[in-house]
C-alpha cells in the first residue's frame, strides 16, 4: 500500500450500466398457443425466463495524501459560501464539507470515505 495515502475516497456516480439479472422470472406459455402452434408445425417452449434490466451503478475511487487531509480539516481551508457553517464546525466535519465538494465536482451522487491509519 501506498503510505501516501491517507484517504480513500469512494463516489458513487449518477450513471452506470444495465445489466440482466443473474437469476429471472419464469413464465409458462399459454396452453392453447402451444397447441395452436403445434398445428402450424412450430415447436414452442412450455416455459421461458426472463431477466430484467438492472441498474448498475459506477464508482470512481480517489486517493488523497495527508498533505491535503490536513489541509481540508484545517480552518484556514474555508471554501467559498460556507463562512456561518465553518465557524461551527469541528475538524471532521471540515474534511467532510470539502469531500463533498470532490464529490459535487466530480458529478457523483454520494461517497463514502475511509481514513488510512499509518
Not at 415447436?43 to 448498475?56: A, E, G
Request: glycine share 6%; charged share 25%; with cysteine.
Amino acid at each position: 500500500m501506498n503510505n501516501n495515502v491517507k484517504i480513500h475516497l469512494t463516489i458513487e456516480m449518477e450513471s452506470g450500466a444495465l445489466v440482466r439479472k443473474g437469476f429471472g422470472q419464469e413464465y409458462s406459455v399459454n396452453p392453447d398457443a402451444i397447441e395452436l402452434a403445434k398445428k402450424e408445425g412450430i415447436n414452442l417452449p412450455t416455459k421461458y425466463t426472463h431477466r430484467n434490466l438492472v441498474n448498475k451503478p459506477s464508482f470512481k475511487v480517489v486517493q488523497i495524501n495527508q498533505e491535503s487531509y490536513d489541509w481540508f480539516r484545517s480552518y484556514e481551508s474555508m471554501p467559498n459560501g460556507y463562512k456561518s457553517v465553518w465557524r461551527n464546525s469541528d475538524a471532521t466535519k471540515r474534511l467532510e464539507i470539502w469531500l463533498g465538494i470532490i464529490c459535487a465536482d466530480n458529478r457523483g451522487k454520494s461517497f463514502t470515505y475511509q481514513i488510512l491509519e499509518d
